[in-house]
């Protein structure tokens, strides 16, 4: 596969697709690599490795009972061995530290592949063992992303995330921001895949290392040991296992050792998905967060009865399509571990081109994208999946869907580490010798070392207020009929989602200054005309249509959010605009990375691109 460009190999769609990778059984029962005729996993020896070579050659057992968070950089992720003998063997530990797990791999494995391989590989794992690993692997699979290059979190449980980042690793490496405390070198050979393992690679890790920081690998070729040496690592070599009579240790002992500090009470203000997914990220980490609302949560344009999930395809260089693309995918996998409290359908969507030149674009996208990502399908085919005529072709993305926000804040706020106060009007947010002063409408003051703006509007600090612009939108409901089933969401600029409690949504107007609180018949016909512009006769009468409901959201001029820090101990995710559903989860995350220091699930780009102050005026 030709190297991702630099631009966008950040996440997703790049222009070259990701090459699975091909495997097959040896008679003695490895896993091996035909293409690099290199070894995936032996049949006995693969969960001894990565507990003897990596896990003990990184001292993890003991590291993770003396931190709060461990981050760790893995090369090669192959069949997941490295990463689910280290979930396991911290579970065993009984530690309550965190796990960031952040692993590079240029051919990954499909689900199914990944599934028929790892089931080989566990079977041959120690009785006491094997019942370990099989449901963490179950739950690896479950949540497993599309082959898509770029970045893919995954929140697996309240410990462990995982953060696998598909592509090229001399690409990639540039784009990974934090700090990291452990490294496992685990590529194929030297000789099979030099690229790995090149002074250009290992001289990158040096950037990337915490203070203290330990590597392990079974490779001790003395190339690789001295590119080590010479990025500043002491390097040296240990008892191996099995066939092995050595492997490599190193480490990296620069800079201040002592603890992390990170802070044990936020303010989150506004209790709309962005807030509430803020508190949730932040509570993640064992951080008290008390959320702040003026009126009761989902009570902005997060109380809507649905909202879609989606990415918006257009091109790999359009930072919409990567966020949102990134944000549906983080969602849809948060959700499943939530399905229970979450309404939700991902029946997918069927999107309709404006005009040629966006159809051009998809039209390009969908040829380098897997089918179960995004595939351009003709009327014919379209209305299939529909279940109704669209007035054109279009493009299927089969995950996504919608999800009732309500639901969805509800959800994340259930944390018993999340306190909740509504009808709270915030008055003015200012620094104070203890970190934030929050001042109260009713002259109360609260104090903490972190606050998060999190509101729609009346986001200002002092002079300084966030340029985000304030649309109002109208919705439409149309009575369901039994004649007439939708079996997906249709969109193009307007959306119809098939019927939830017996009615289908439709809309949504888009008009800036406009502060009317009231619904308007006039709306209602706006949207009557997007509906003509989705579905040919599925609605031939606009009195047909009840008007919905009227909320406000906050936009920014290049429909980038604003995530991120405004001053030490005060941050910010405003600016969602009509994607806020689908975007400020996962920008959530990426804020409570920021915050405690963690790896980001997005590359090192977005730090700039969702900054706050990127759009300050004052």
Known sequence: MAAANNFLVDFLMNSEPIWPAHWHVSDDGRIDAPDFDDVYA??????????????????????WLQTRSLRLLETGFGLGVNFLATWARLRVSGSGAGLHYVSIEKHPFTREDLRAALQLTIASASSDLAPQLAPLADALLAQWPPLLAGFHSLELDDQVTLTLVFGDVIEVLPEIAGR?????????????????????????LAALAAPDARLSSWCVAGAVRRALADAGFRVRKRPGFGGNRVCLSASWLDGDSSARALPATAIVIGAGVAGASAARQLARRGIA????????????GSGNPVGLVRPEPGGAANPVTEISAACSSWLMRWVARHADAVRHDWCGVLRIARDERKRDKMAAQAESASAD????????EAARLCGATPV??????????????????????????????????????????????????????????????ATAFDQGLGSVRMATGRAR????????????????????????????DGRHTVGATLQHDDEEPAARRSDDEQNFARLQRLLSGFCDDVAALQSGRVGWRATTQDRVPLVGKLADGLYASLGHG??????????????????????????????????PVRRAAG
């Open 42 to 63: 032996s049949s006995s020896a693969a969960w001894v490795q990565a507990n003897a070579v990596f896990i003990d050659g990184c001292d993890l057992p003991q590291r």
């Open 180 to 204: 990291f405390d452990a490294f496992f070198l685990d590529g194929f050979a030297p000789d099979r895949n030099p690229a790995m393992w090149s002074p250009a690679v290992l001289s990158q």
């Open 289 to 300: 967060v008390t959320v702040l609302e003026r009126a009761q949560p989902a009570a902005g």
């Open 373 to 380: 990502w995004l595939a351009a399908v003709s009327q014919h």
């Open 392 to 453: 054109d072709s279009g493009f299927h993305l089969p995950q996504a869907g919608w999800v009732a926000p309500p639901t969805l804040v509800a959800a994340l706020l259930d944390d018993p580490r999340i306190t909740l106060r509504s009808g709270v009007a915030v008055e003015s947010v200012a620094q104070a010798a203890d970190g934030w002063r929050v001042m109260l409408a009713d002259d109360a003051a609260l104090h903490a070392p972190l606050v998060v703006l």
């Open 473 to 500: 939108g109208q919705l439409s409901y149309l009575p369901a009929r039994d004649d007439r089933p939708l079996q997906m969401v249709v969109c193009r600029d307007g959306y119809i989602a098939p019927a939830v």
């Open 578 to 611: 009509a994607r806020g559903v689908t975007c400020a989860p996962l920008c959530a995350e990426f804020l409570a990375a920021m915050i405690c220091d963690e790896p980001l699930p997005l590359g090192r780009k977005w730090i700039a691109r969702l900054s």
